[in-house]
């Protein structure tokens, strides 16, 4: 396993996966992204696997525009985002479930209750590779 920073790649059915600590934040704003993104080449992966404490503040309040900027600089990059949200740990906004439905035609943003679901998705064929 490599580090950067707060991420550490690991290797998923031939895929290469950053994936966040657990618990540790990450992200504290969306001008990070960035350094996510670099962070991911650094470790040679095109896959991210993060929890809702490695993300800001209000990534999942569809409002403040946190989510939407991220995950459009990540698409841009071609960076698959999977978030593991164990069951009521986190509260959505309420049309936060409307984006996650138009992000599931994109296949680059994804959340899931498990991290064992979280990379196998990643582990599929990254787009456009």
Known sequence: ???????VAIEQEGV????????????????HATRLIE???SLRA???????ENLT??????????AGAILQKLRDYRVRLAV?????TVR????????LAEERRRH????????????????QATPGT
Do not use: I, K, N
């Not at 396993?1 to 991420?7: F, K, T």
């Not at 959505?92 to 984006?99: A, C, D």
């Open 108 to 123: 680059y943003f994804r959340v899931f209750e498990t991290r064992s679901a979280a990379l196998a998705w990643l582990a």
């Open 84 to 88: 593991v949200c164990a069951p009521d």
């Open 16 to 31: 290469r996966v950053a994936e966040g600590h657990a618990g540790q934040p990450l992200l504290a704003s969306v001008e």
């Open 92 to 99: 959505f906004s309420s049309r936060f479930g409307e984006m």
């Open 1 to 7: 396993m490599e580090h950067v920073a707060a991420l």
């Open 57 to 66: 503040s209000a990534f999942f309040d569809l409002s403040s525009g946190q």
């Open 46 to 52: 095109r896959a991210v696997l993060l929890y809702p």
């Open 39 to 41: 962070a991911c080449w």
